[in-house]
């Protein structure tokens, strides 16, 4: 599996750096976002060193999109959200900041929950 050793969730991925993990099978991981924008906001990533969106394959996009339900539902289910917002920002111009493909679901408990 590609990995890139200057690549903080590389990292997060073979746990030389922790992370409070939501979720982890052969090639996906889910932690908790450093920055809480909401309680449980979690960050997707596969193992494998994607840059983003542009550079994922079929191969690998199959695997990984199969299991968000999955861990959409563990989240719902640990946080008692009741909905979530999914997002990916892929290029710098969107905002991406750390070059490892990771997508952010952001739990929501209602009007006043701090993300509008
Ligand atoms: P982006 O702006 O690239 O979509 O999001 C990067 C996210 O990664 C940010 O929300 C930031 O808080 C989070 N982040 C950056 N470094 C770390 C880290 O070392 N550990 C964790 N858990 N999150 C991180
Ligand atoms: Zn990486």
Same mark, same amino acid.
Request: proline share 3%; glycine share 6%.
């Given at each position: 599996?590609?990995?890139?050793? +200057?690549?903080? /969730?590389?990292?997060?991925?073979?746990?030389? @750096?922790?992370?409070?993990?939501?979720?982890?099978?052969?090639?996906?991981?889910?932690?908790?976002?450093?920055?809480?924008?909401?309680?449980?906001?979690?960050?997707? @990533?596969?193992?494998?060193?994607?840059?983003?969106?542009?550079?994922?394959?079929?191969?690998?996009?199959?695997?990984?999109?199969?299991?968000?339900?999955? @861990?959409?539902?563990?989240?719902? +289910?640990? /946080?008692?959200?009741?909905?979530? +917002?999914?997002?990916?920002?892929?290029?710098?111009?969107?905002?991406?900041?750390?070059?490892?493909?990771?997508?952010? @679901?952001?739990?929501?408990?209602?009007?006043?929950?701090? /993300?509008?």
């Amino acid at each position: 599996m590609a990995h890139d050793s +200057n690549c903080i /969730f590389c990292k997060i991925a073979e746990g030389s @750096i922790p992370s409070s993990k939501v979720y982890e099978d052969d090639n996906i991981m889910a932690f908790l976002d450093l920055s809480q924008v909401t309680k449980g906001h979690t960050l997707v @990533i596969p193992k494998e060193h994607v840059d983003n969106i542009f550079s994922m394959s079929e191969e690998t996009a199959a695997t990984y999109f199969s299991k968000v339900p999955v @861990i959409a539902n563990a989240i719902k +289910n640990a /946080f008692d959200v009741e909905g979530v +917002n999914i997002l990916n920002n892929s290029g710098e111009v969107s905002g991406q900041t750390v070059f490892h493909y990771h997508m952010h @679901i952001l739990p929501r408990y209602g009007k006043n929950d701090g /993300f509008d």
